[in-house]
Antibody, heavy 114, light 113 residues
Framework: EVQLVESGGGLVQPGSSLKLSCVAS????????MNWIRQAPKKGLEWIAL????????YYADSVKGRFTISRDNSKNTLYLEMNSLRSEDTAMYYC???????WGPGTMVTVSS | DIVMTQSPSSLAVSAGETVTINCKSS????????????LAWYQQKPGQSPKLLIY???TRQSGVPDRFIGSGSGTDFTLTISSVQAEDLAIYYC?????????FGSGTKLEIK
């Protein structure tokens, strides 16, 4: 059974940093690209980053480019999202999902507030 | 960026009725190399993460009931839910995965009368 479990969310102050993790199981993680998607409270879905299976290519939404970094460790079946210079508008539920969005994790909440 | 315009934003129907949700993209999602439309539909129930219903515009994900039907090509797409059931209460999103940034429609909230 495919499982994706995000962690690392929390309440942080504007300007601070946070690193999210997504642990994968039930499939060969190293064969698949992975995405991060976020959803602000009561709002729609926003794709924010994609990483290829071998980390050879990374793509970002303009809203996070230069502040967020997607990475992965295939030996640990884990996907990461390093978030710097956090702003109030980054407050959202953050989901990881497989390359073609066929499986999603339950999400981890990030709140940026003073 | 490809803009996805979804309508209506909400609708309320009685159980057993048929529902149609529309999604229009600002550019064609049909890739000539494989003749596939890079369009997906998702269902998000309250308090849950999104669930993939339809990919390649019309292919149902495994386990999705056959009352969910995706259609369309190019820039105009439709999700039809026939014989709506109470459990279909959710927000439905379309999404293009033709090119980054992958973009979603604004969602359609389905309520059951």
């Amino acid at each position: 059974e495919v499982q994706l479990v995000e962690s690392g969310g929390g309440l942080v102050q504007p300007g601070s940093s946070l690193k999210l993790s997504c642990v994968a199981s039930g499939f060969t993680f190293s064969n698949y690209g992975m995405n991060w998607i976020r959803q602000a409270p009561k709002k729609g879905l926003e794709w924010i980053a994609l990483i290829y299976y071998d980390s050879s290519n990374k793509y970002y939404a303009d809203s996070v480019k230069g502040r967020f970094t997607i990475s992965r460790d295939n030996s640990k079946n884990t996907l990461y999202l390093e978030m710097n210079s956090l702003r109030s508008e980054d407050t959202a539920m953050y989901y990881c999902a497989k390359r073609y969005f066929d499986f999603w994790g339950p999400g981890t909440m990030v709140t940026v507030s003073s | 960026d490809i803009v996805m315009t979804q309508s209506p934003s909400s609708l309320a129907v009685s159980a057993g009725e048929t529902v149609t949700i529309n999604c229009k993209s600002s550019q064609s999602l049909l890739y000539s190399g494989n003749q596939k439309n890079y369009l997906a539909w998702y269902q998000q129930k309250p308090g849950q993460s999104p669930k993939l219903l339809i990919y390649w515009a019309s292919t149902r994900q495994s386990g999705v009931p056959d009352r969910f039907i995706g259609s369309g090509s190019g820039t105009d797409f439709t999700l039809t839910i026939s014989s709506v059931q109470a459990e279909d209460l959710a927000i439905y999103y379309c999404q293009q995965y033709y090119d980054t940034p992958f973009t979603f429609g604004s969602g359609t909230k389905l309520e059951i009368k």
